[in-house]
């Protein structure tokens, strides 16, 4: 699968590397070059089954069936309003935790979510998925915690691309885990948020995950 | 320590297992006195430590030092209304979910929860604490779900209390996580209502368990 990434900070790594070890192909797309090719190239190093990696800058075409915006929020916001119709068809993967100013609430309005406000912005025809908010960078390079697979949780309102997601994640040697529709969001970012109060109190150090067991 | 648990249904019978292997004294306190004593004495069976286990009528003094409502959401407001002043002092668990009717959302306004409801219900001087609403009763009664302790997560302003209540967690063989004030009963009750509902698309049978690994 074609699999743009916006954004070349930690998470779009940790995310590159689970498509990459999933042998996808993977254009990596930052305001800074050097940022985009710095990473292709650490991804380059991690691909399997023949998986090309590329760098691109913002204007570049969106070759990607499906788009992950690895940015903070309001950014994931922003940058939906500025891709417009480009992101038309696609399947967008928001991955933000919004959180407030001193990280001890949400930023967003009670009754919504980031992932509703990228859906509320792109353009009609854009499927937006919620994914990838509850794992943390570190432990994605890694692809586990304490040797068990990480739990990726998903929602969405379409089931294919819900569907596109989960197969992206399976290849990644992870666990989708289908949540329902896109306003689950709303859940999965207040776990998101719990999950990151904790790392300093429990001393996690951002190693920790969050696993539905049974 | 001395425990009242209101409420001898599903989720009062799981915590009362824990408190019954953890060797504390509990009071099961029901509307219907048949089911209280029935569940009594379940618990009696299942005591430690020369724990006493009684049941006790809705008018009953309420000797214990904690008390858990375990009941339905609305049902703990109203609870928390009806005992008034008989609260002040005490350490309250608050364990519900508040579904909708139609199990698909929150009952709740946005940007509160059922726990700061019942705090804001209860006597001045009462310490809410949240706990028990992401673990389901029937993992609780076994203490553990493929081999591993549950996480019982718990939110509150009061740390004594707090810490009343993970000792009675890490005394029923549990693992207890401090995840911070009572406002953190957002995120908790939205995690308790995510477990809800994948019982059924994931054929879990309320045997699953959030667990936070590292």
Redesign the interface.
Known sequence: MNVTIIGAGNMGRGIGHRLAAGGHDVTVVDRDPEEAERLAEELRGAAQGGASIEAAGPGAELRGEVVILAVYYPGDVEIASDLGDRLAGKVVVDISNPLNQTFD?LAT???TSAAEEVAATAPAGTRVVKAFNTTFSGTLVEGQ??G?PLDV?IAGDDEEAKETVAQLVRDGGLRA????PL??A???E??G???I??QQ??G?NF????????
């Open positions: 609430g309005a009670p009754g915690v304490a068990q949780l885990i289908d949540v329902g306003e689950r709303r859940q999965l207040g776990l948020f719990l999950g109060t904790l109190p429990l996690l190693q920790s995950a969050w696993k539905l067991i049974s």
